[in-house]
């Protein structure tokens, strides 16, 4: 019963993590400028990473855990040289 | 025939479910909030708004929830998560300043505002 409700709140947020990436992804084609697609790509990382996350939790492995570790890294470093692309029109200066 | 893979969890006590349960719930609304703003809102500068709060209040839910989990089930204190927790809050504020600030320069070049009336990063007049 205890097991059963809380696979059903696992569920939930993975649906509610599933719809996010999609709202993501929707801004990402859409999106009118540049700036507002690379917020949605860094949007999307996050929520892939906390997707994964939530795999995890559901089978038990800390696999998961270091796959979401990684995609936050390569997320944060590829923002953020995608940020410095926009401003200056090069990356390393 | 192999066993198909299905997820399941193990009964935990319910002093440890019920938060569990609370901070999934929580974490699953407050992303699907944060998307929904940057799927809705109006301009850049108003939209940016969105992922800041799911990218560290989601994460952190998330966070604390799979921690509390994996210690229940695996019968000792399992912390590494708090390494994503730390690191996410220390890279957001860091990627969120990066993009505004080349999203003012970018608008500024360009000469155009998108909300005239309540904006702070105009370009003087005699520039």
Sequence with gaps: ?93 | MSQPIVMQMTAVSPWLAVPIIFLLVTGGLITLIGALGLLRLKNFYQRIHGPAVYITVGTGCFLVASMLYSSAALQRPVVHELLITGFVLLTAPVVSMLLMRSAVYRDLRKGKTDSPVTDAYRLPKEQ
């Design chain 1, 1 to 93: 019963m205890i097991a059963k409700a809380m696979l059903l709140a696992l569920g939930f947020a993975q649906l509610c993590v599933l719809l996010a990436m999609i709202f993501c992804t929707i801004r990402l084609l859409r999106g009118p400028t540049a700036q507002d697609r690379i917020l949605a790509l860094d949007s999307l990382w996050m929520a892939a990473m906390l997707f994964i996350l939530l795999l995890g939790i559901g089978f038990s492995s800390t696999v998961y855990f270091e796959a979401a570790l990684i995609i936050a890294l390569i997320g944060f470093v590829s923002s953020v040289a995608l940020a410095k692309f926009l401003m200056r029109g090069e990356v390393i200066e």
